[in-house]
């Protein structure tokens, strides 16, 4: 196995090829996921995620990661379970209470509650700490995009809740909007998404001590190489408190690394 990813870009992208914008079938995403694992960027790529409702149609042996609501009864391939707590709007309490014991009969599973960013944020991650403080392999998630405009935070709101999980030494993992490498507008729909290299420059950022202002001046950014030269001298180290996300689109994210120089494509003999 080639050793072109770095450790700060280990198991950064999860292959979320089924879900949309890619939306491709189980029958094309298992092989193309398989033909991941064999590249020469396969430490980059974490597990393919499922809808929990297809679970039952991927092969024995494939490791998935679950979205949605579990079942009580989890196969062995599973290696990770996503799930909503609560809408947005709602108070995420009651829904991290209800997944703590099926937590705790699961522990072997990593588990990522997805907490929406809007009323009882800062209490919800209270609780997700306390869930981990007792040593159970749990973290937060959290929407970072969408098909409207208000699914997508602000660099300001990105950058509090980065600093939140820093302070209660959470980690976190992000879905949605993070097709490329740096901060940009879609063309089709005009939505300004986040770059997935300014999240990792302001993580890095903020474990160093920085404030959300710092932060969200990185996650505002629009240059591409300057955000390189951030995280290149830090490439050889684990990357702390962001676990990664999930991309329906792998290529993208390692085209875009390759192009500012963060992984090297091996040649061809």
């Known amino acids: 196995m080639s050793n072109a990813?770095?450790?700060l870009l280990t198991t950064l992208v999860d292959d979320a090829a089924v879900f949309p914008p890619g939306s491709a079938t189980l029958a094309d995403a298992i092989p193309a996921h398989e033909a991941h694992r064999q590249s020469w960027y396969a430490q980059l790529i974490g597990p393919l995620l499922v809808p929990v409702a297809d679970r039952e149609a991927v092969p024995p042996g494939t490791a998935i990661g679950l979205i949605g609501e579990p079942p009580p009864d989890l196969a062995p391939s599973v290696r990770q379970v996503e799930c909503p707590v609560a809408k947005r709007g709602e108070d995420p309490l009651p829904g991290i209470e209800r997944m703590a014991p099926l937590i705790r009969k699961n522990g072997m599973l990593q588990w990522y509650l997805e907490v929406p960013l809007a009323w009882g944020l800062m209490?919800?991650?209270?609780?997700?700490?306390?869930?981990?403080?007792?040593?159970?392999?749990?973290?937060?998630k959290f929407r970072t995009g969408g098909l409207a405009a208000e699914l997508f935070p602000t660099p300001v709101e990105l950058a509090a809740v980065i600093c939140a999980c820093r302070d209660r030494d959470l980690p976190f993992k992000l879905t949605a909007g993070l097709h490329h490498a740096v901060r940009h507008t879609d063309a089709e729909t005009g939505l300004v998404h986040?770059?997935?290299?300014?999240?990792?420059?302001?993580?890095?950022?903020?474990?160093?001590?920085?404030?959300?202002?710092?932060?969200?001046?990185?996650?505002?950014?629009?240059?591409?190489?300057?955000?390189?030269?951030?995280?290149?001298?830090?490439?050889?180290?684990?990357r702390p408190l962001w676990v990664g996300f999930g991309s329906c689109s792998v290529q993208d994210p390692v085209g875009d690394l390759v192009t500012l120089g963060l992984l090297d494509r091996p040649v061809a003999a």
Request: charged share 15%; no cysteine; hydrophobic share 50%.
């Open 5 to 7: 990813v770095p450790p």
């Open 194 to 238: 986040h770059g997935f290299l300014n999240i990792l420059a302001a993580v890095l950022a903020a474990v160093d001590s920085a404030e959300p202002g710092d932060l969200a001046l990185l996650l505002a950014s629009t240059e591409g190489h300057p955000l390189a030269d951030l995280v290149r001298p830090q490439l050889h180290r684990e």
């Open 123 to 140: 209490t919800g991650l209270d609780a997700i700490a306390a869930l981990r403080g007792d040593g159970l392999p749990v973290a937060a």
